[in-house]
């Protein structure tokens, strides 16, 4: 007998995977792998910001955030600064080829989703959200306190 829920975390991965299929298309026009423009649209309209704030910020692990953003200042869309406060650190700012690749690359990215969400009310969305915010937190709460039966499995 199968487990109820792995079909909903199937559909959820599915749904994961359909959109990143979607988007990857406008994402490829614009000459940008998806972290690329993770990267291009977290920076977009900011002074820049730190690996740190970078890795908070995106879904980009932190040992593959270094060679995204590395490959993005070797096609001179954004520049690496030592940080003044912290020489360990960099400080992460768009170019003003990155600014240019944010400003043509993110209004077609915002357009495609209006088109895939066309049909989507305000009470789609919060009944989705809601769901969304409900599972994320079920995961944390796990992941933060395991159960004491996953405790005794562990010791």
Request: net charge neutral; hydrophobic share 35%.
């Amino acid at each position: 007998m199968g487990e109820r829920y792995l079909k909903s975390v199937r559909l959820l991965a599915e749904c994961l995977q359909g959109f990143e299929r979607y988007s990857n298309e406008t994402v490829r026009q614009c000459g940008l792998t998806h972290a690329q423009f993770d990267i291009i649209a977290t920076l977009g309209n900011t002074p820049g910001m730190t690996y740190k704030e970078l890795g908070e910020k995106t879904l980009i692990t932190k040992g593959t955030l270094t060679g995204v953003i590395e490959r993005l200042e070797q096609k001179g869309l954004v520049l690496r600064e030592r940080s003044c406060d912290d020489k360990r650190s960099f400080f992460v700012r768009l170019t003003a080829q990155g600014e240019a690749m944010f400003d043509e690359s993110f209004p077609r990215m915002i357009q495609a989703g209006r088109q895939l969400f066309a049909s989507y009310t305000d009470a789609d969305f919060e009944a989705i959200d809601q769901q969304l915010r409900k599972l994320k937190q079920l995961i944390a709460d796990q992941s933060a306190c395991p159960t004491s039966q996953q405790h005794k499995e562990m010791i």
